[in-house]
């Protein structure tokens, strides 16, 4: 009965972080088909759209070590809470008071801190209410040497994409074995040295994560416009993404394997026994 109590609690602790996901993916990606109309109000350029992308991602970068060491402090629950009303409170100054290019660029930044808390936070309460012990017996590192080039080859793909449904369908596929697919394995990944090392820390280190993988995301809207100023296409863009997939697959390669018995990862955390909140 203790056992069904606590399976039931982990599923639902799962179920809200999925559903919280959901709606901070969903906030990021609203924003992307209104630049088109964006930049025809404020009569921008393409590396300008950018920049507004770009300056939310910068702060939502910065925020990741941070709210991970401040989630390890004050609770990871409470931070997500305070954190989740400021991005609510960015996206509706955003919609209601953004009159110029640079209140855009305010309230876009403002919603990347608030947003920025949630992944460090709700991978460090993830990695707490399931087991991180678990062996790689499904071989990751061969997963991601095979993701990575079929990543870049849906990406390659895009370029050739002349309708709505092949593009459609080259997302679909990019979903599939993509980024999508790669941060599930890359968590569990980072989670579970991570676990082995501190437990208690866990906030701290996904945080140190997350930052790593998203510094592109900074980068990247500002050089995509960029190149799209220069070439007059995104096609090049594009090129340049899947060359990056094929880079990351080439980097998997040199990982190496460290294993964990399960009796020293107990050994390490017995003494410890954190609230996953």
Same mark, same amino acid.
């Given at each position: 009965?203790?056992?069904?109590?606590?399976?039931?609690?982990? =599923?639902?602790?799962?179920?809200?972080?999925?559903?919280?996901?959901?709606?901070?993916?969903?906030?990021?990606?609203?924003?992307? !088909? =209104?630049?088109?109309?964006?930049?025809?109000?404020?009569?921008?350029?393409?590396?300008?759209?950018?920049?507004?992308? @770009?300056?939310?991602?910068?702060?939502?970068? /910065?925020?990741?070590?941070?709210?991970?060491? =401040?989630?390890?402090?004050?609770?990871?629950?409470?931070?997500?809470?305070?954190?989740?009303?400021?991005?609510?409170?960015?996206?509706?100054?955003?919609?209601?008071?953004?009159?110029?290019?640079?209140?855009?660029?305010?309230?876009?930044?403002?919603?990347?801190?608030?947003?920025?808390?949630?992944?460090?936070?709700?991978?460090? $309460?993830?990695?707490?209410?399931?087991?991180?012990?678990?062996?790689?017996?499904?071989?990751?590192?061969?997963?991601?040497?095979?993701?990575?080039?079929?990543?870049?080859?849906?990406?390659?793909?895009?370029?050739?994409?002349?309708? !709505?449904?092949?593009?459609?369908?080259?997302?679909?596929?990019?979903?599939?074995?993509?980024?999508?697919?790669?941060? !599930?394995?890359?968590?569990?990944?980072?989670?579970?040295?991570?676990?082995?090392?501190?437990?208690?820390?866990?906030?701290?280190?996904?945080?140190?994560?997350?930052?790593?993988?998203?510094?592109?995301?900074?980068?990247?809207?500002?050089?995509?416009?960029?190149?799209?100023?220069?070439?007059?296409?995104?096609?090049?863009?594009?090129?340049?993404?899947? /060359?990056?997939?094929?880079?990351? @697959?080439?980097?998997?390669?040199? $990982?190496? #394997?460290?294993?964990?018995?399960?009796?020293?990862?107990?050994?390490?955390?017995?003494?410890? #026994? !954190?609230?996953?909140?």
């Amino acid at each position: 009965m203790h056992n069904a109590e606590i399976n039931k609690t982990s =599923l639902l602790i799962l179920i809200a972080l999925c559903l919280g996901w959901t709606l901070i993916y969903a906030d990021r990606t609203a924003l992307y !088909p =209104l630049l088109s109309v964006i930049g025809k109000d404020f009569n921008l350029s393409a590396t300008l759209l950018g920049t507004i992308t @770009g300056s939310y991602f910068l702060v939502y970068v /910065a925020m990741q070590i941070p709210s991970g060491m =401040l989630a390890d402090k004050i609770g990871k629950k409470k931070l997500l809470i305070i954190t989740f009303f400021i991005a609510g409170v960015a996206l509706l100054g955003f919609g209601l008071f953004a009159r110029s290019y640079i209140l855009l660029l305010l309230f876009t930044a403002l919603h990347g801190l608030g947003a920025g808390a949630f992944y460090p936070c709700a991978y460090g $309460i993830m990695l707490n209410t399931v087991d991180s012990k678990i062996s790689d017996k499904f071989g990751r590192k061969k997963i991601a040497l095979m993701l990575f080039p079929l990543g870049a080859f849906t990406i390659f793909l895009m370029t050739y994409a002349r309708s !709505p449904f092949p593009i459609i369908l080259s997302l679909v596929a990019y979903g599939i074995v993509g980024k999508s697919s790669w941060d !599930p394995i890359a968590v569990a990944w980072a989670g579970r040295h991570a676990a082995a090392i501190d437990k208690d820390a866990l906030g701290t280190a996904m945080g140190m994560f997350n930052f790593v993988g998203m510094m592109s995301a900074v980068v990247a809207p500002v050089v995509t416009g960029y190149i799209r100023d220069i070439t007059g296409s995104l096609v090049t863009a594009y090129y340049v993404a899947a /060359a990056m997939s094929i880079l990351g @697959g080439c980097l998997v390669m040199f $990982i190496k #394997l460290l294993q964990f018995s399960p009796d020293n990862l107990l050994h390490t955390n017995s003494h410890k #026994l !954190p609230n996953p909140l």
